[in-house]
């Protein structure tokens, strides 16, 4: 399996920006399917946006175009770019890596991924 670390989260007031970065290691990412998840406290796991391993994205409906994600096979690293922070956002961010070769992001789920990271604290203050 590949490990991953994610760093770059933080305290931010709503409106501003964070990037996080998902640094892989044990093997190269670039055939697997990349994606970030958030946990608030006393909520499931959700998905915030997923890319294939040919770079197609997906985002959830709650961010919209707010967030990018991105990849840089070249780094073994995952970015999720996030702006326009809402309090809403506030959460454990997840990086997830899956080993689908799926070309649509549309059918993966929370259930596809089976490798984590331990997470990044994102705090969004009103």
């Known amino acids: 399996q590949v490990q991953l670390v994610e760093s770059g989260g933080g305290l931010v007031q709503a409106g501003g920006s964070l990037r996080l970065s998902c640094a892989a290691s044990g093997r190269p990412i670039a055939s697997y399917a990349m994606g970030w998840f958030r946990q608030a406290p006393g909520k499931e796991r959700e998905h915030v946006a997923i890319?294939?391993?040919?770079?197609?994205?997906r985002n959830a409906d709650s961010v919209n175009d707010r967030f990018t994600i991105s990849r840089d096979n070249a780094k073994n690293t995952v970015y999720l770019q996030m702006n326009g922070l809402k309090p809403e956002d506030t959460a454990v961010y997840y990086c997830a890596a899956s080993e689908s070769r799926t070309l649509s992001p549309w059918l993966l789920r929370l259930s596809n991924f089976n490798s984590w990271g331990q997470g990044t604290q994102v705090t969004v203050s009103s």
């Open positions: 890319i294939t391993f040919n770079g197609r994205t």
